[in-house]
């Protein structure tokens, strides 16, 4: 096998040198001694023809390194590639890498990046839908490194007052794509950042927030009546039940599993990948929420979910829109049906005018603590302390008090 101190006595036109530990690689003498050029030989396996591979300079790249790389290469071969043709791909692509990107391409190129750290994939979806529906039409062909702020102006302008929500969405997608060109050094600055300067002023958050039409707390216990007129309860009335009983989200309840739910000790855990704020949620199961999920288990035979017609489907985000407006549930905004959504701040007032601290109600809907501080010393999900708020909030719903 070659060391260190054979090749530096390498003469200009020896022969090639069996560098050894990997079939084919030689070191070809430089036209000075002790210099040299790694190549592996070896019979492509795409053309049948021998080839040399050049894998570097000696002693620029020493020996391991060289072995190491054609190991790579012969790695390559043994999957029936070429490895010249797979390092002149590679390098092909790096190039056009290189050149400056349109809008459209560094979106979709930042979204690849992003795509795995979304929680399902309708988010992952309307991320990049968005930019498709508002941006592309504008700027979509355009270099980002030609992009002014008057050209995000102009991407935003028709929803800037009209659809604010979605205006702020739109602004920050755009500002992550130029991000990212900034990163790879396709752009020098963020164009985005300075838009507001050239649009009107928009409403603040606090003029143009639309709260859930609620039922109004007192009026629970007639919406509980409508819900449990029939002596056998329906599946869209059961997870209707169970959401205003334990106050949490409809998605929640229509992916609720049979193994989140410990019968023994009355918790339904939901992991935190099925959580809003991404942190797992422990609902303490009071009486009659405890009741629904045991009706449903002598319902559902087989599958996985709880709330599901063959216990692998789950029910629709409409099925209990559906049964609100059906039924006619007023809520607290005139002419406006009952929300689904709703009946959490049904809860968070009917706690609040009972009694409960702030703390309980808040961990019960699964609200993060926003001061930073507070939330790290605050680490007590308080679920026992919840127990009896949530029979009490049972009792009420139900008319058992």
Not at 270 to 284: E, L, S
Not at 294 to 311: D, H, M, W
Request: aromatic share 8%; net charge positive.
């Amino acid at each position: 096998m070659l060391t260190d101190a054979k090749a530096r006595k390498l003469n200009p036109g020896e022969k090639p040198i069996s560098v050894g530990g990997v079939s084919g690689l030689y070191l070809r003498a430089g036209s000075k001694r002790g210099t040299g050029k790694f190549i592996l030989r070896f019979v492509s396996p795409t053309s049948g023809k021998r080839r040399d591979m050049g894998l570097g300079t000696y002693p620029e790249m020493g020996l391991a390194d060289a072995r190491k790389k054609a190991l790579q290469a012969r790695e390559f071969i043994s999957m029936k590639l070429d490895p010249i043709e797979q390092r002149n791909a590679e390098s092909s692509t790096e190039t056009s890498l290189r050149e400056i990107p349109t809008f459209e391409i560094a979106a979709y190129r930042t979204y690849e990046g992003i795509a795995a750290g979304f929680k399902n994939l309708k988010h992952s979806r309307q991320w990049i839908s968005t930019l498709e529906t508002y941006a592309f039409q504008h700027i979509g062909n355009k270099a980002v490194n030609a992009l002014t702020t008057a050209d995000f102006a102009e991407v935003l302008r028709g929803v800037w007052l009209e659809k604010q929500e979605t205006a702020s969405r739109v602004k920050q997608r755009c500002e992550r794509v130029m991000t990212w060109c900034i990163a790879n050094q396709f752009a020098s600055t963020n164009p985005v950042s300075a838009v507001d300067a050239l649009l009107p002023k928009q409403q603040s958050k606090s003029e143009r927030v639309a709260h859930f039409p609620a039922v109004p707390w007192r009026d629970l216990p007639e919406v509980a009546k409508v819900i449990l007129t029939p002596k056998t309860l329906s599946l869209s009335r059961q997870a209707l039940l169970f959401l205003i009983l334990t106050a949490t989200r409809s998605g929640e309840v229509r992916g609720a599993t049979w193994d989140e739910i410990d019968f023994e000790n009355r918790i339904w855990t939901i992991p935190a990948t099925r959580m809003k704020a991404g942190i797992r949620h422990r609902v303490p199961l009071n009486d009659a929420s405890l009741g629904i999920i045991q009706a449903r288990s002598k319902v559902v035979l087989s599958g996985t979910l709880i709330f599901s017609r063959n216990g692998n489907t789950p029910i629709s985000d409409m099925t209990i829109t559906k049964f609100l407006r059906d039924q006619k549930i007023p809520s607290d905004h005139p002419g406006r049906v009952a929300t689904a959504h709703g009946f959490r701040s049904s809860f968070r007032d009917w706690a609040s005018e009972n009694g409960y601290s702030k703390d309980q109600a808040e961990r019960a809907l699964a609200h993060s603590i926003q001061n930073a501080t507070e939330a790290a010393y605050h680490r007590t999900d308080q679920l026992e302390q919840r127990r009896s708020m949530m029979q009490d909030w049972a009792r009420f719903v139900t008319g058992k008090q």
